[in-house]
Nanobody
Framework: VQLQASGGGLIQPGGSLRLSCVAS????????IGWFRQAPGKEREGVSC??????????ADSVKGRFTISRDNAGAKNMVYLQLNSLKPEDTAVYYC??????????????WGQGTQVTVSS
């Protein structure tokens, strides 16, 4: 099982980014996938998760209305995305994708992907 996140970068406040998570060794369609983030000096937190059975979604209060999680399993794709809009400096963190069992919590993660840095700054 491998996951690789990408798409991070330096962005001005109010800007947008799309993070991508490519999975290999398993099919994301059958796993709950989550996006987590960790800012310097802070614990890793669940940002958004998408359920495997019905693609229901969860968002942390801090990102509701600004971030959107989605999956694409069409054809050979095995991708999960996180669209980040209206970015704020407090969104600055390393973002990770992961397989999740149960709630969208770091303690419920089975497999972590490599992170991607998002820096929101003017």
């Amino acid at each position: 099982v491998q996951l690789q996140a990408s798409g991070g970068g330096l962005i001005q406040p109010g800007g947008s980014l799309r993070l991508s998570c490519v999975a290999s060794g398993f099919t994301t369609e059958y796993y709950a996938i989550g996006w987590f983030r960790q800012a310097p000096g802070k614990e890793r937190e669940g940002v958004s998760c998408i359920n495997s059975r019905d693609s229901s979604t969860y968002y942390a209060d801090s990102v509701k209305g600004r971030f959107t999680i989605s999956r694409d399993n069409a054809g050979a794709k095995n991708m999960v995305y996180l669209q980040l809009n209206s970015l704020k400096p407090e969104d600055t963190a390393v973002y990770y994708c992961a397989t999740v069992r149960g709630f969208c919590l770091a303690s419920m993660v089975d497999y972590w992907g490599q992170g991607t840095q998002v820096t929101v700054s003017s």
